[in-house]
């Protein structure tokens, strides 16, 4: 997970990709669960359309069985449009609390609750 983090954190998406299964699941908290690495990538490329800076630092990491759970914070400046708001110039950090499921050494499955409310007051 560490390394799939300094990855997305390089901006090598196709690294992050490549420990993902090609099924790949995705339950994002108070959204329909979604499929595939095609759309983990459109969802990263929202985040970097509007944060193009965005890093993830990793708080706490830990893991039982086939799944690993993360404390994570995000941090970047919003120098392009996000969620309709246009770019403020000014840097936002929020906090996730993810977990993983690793299955046959790649990553099958996540649940991601972040702190969405958080990020949009610092862009309001």
Not at 63 to 81: I, K, N, P, Q, W
Not at 86 to 108: K, M
């Amino acid at each position: 997970m560490r390394t799939t983090f300094d990855a997305f954190n390089a901006g090598d998406l196709a690294a992050c990709t490549s420990r993902m299964a090609s099924e790949f699941v995705i339950n994002l908290a108070g959204a329909p669960t979604r499929y595939g690495q095609d759309v983990w990538q459109q969802g990263v490329d929202i985040m970097r359309q509007g944060f193009p800076d965005m890093q993830a630092h990793i708080e706490d990491v830990f893991g039982s069985g086939d799944r690993v759970a993360m404390r994570l914070t995000f941090r970047g400046t919003h120098t392009g449009e996000f969620q309709g708001i246009p770019a403020t110039g000014r840097e936002v950090s929020y906090t996730s609390n993810e977990i993983y499921r690793v299955e046959d050494g790649v990553i099958a499955e996540e649940w991601i609750c972040s702190d969405m409310a958080g990020l949009m007051a610092q862009l309001r």
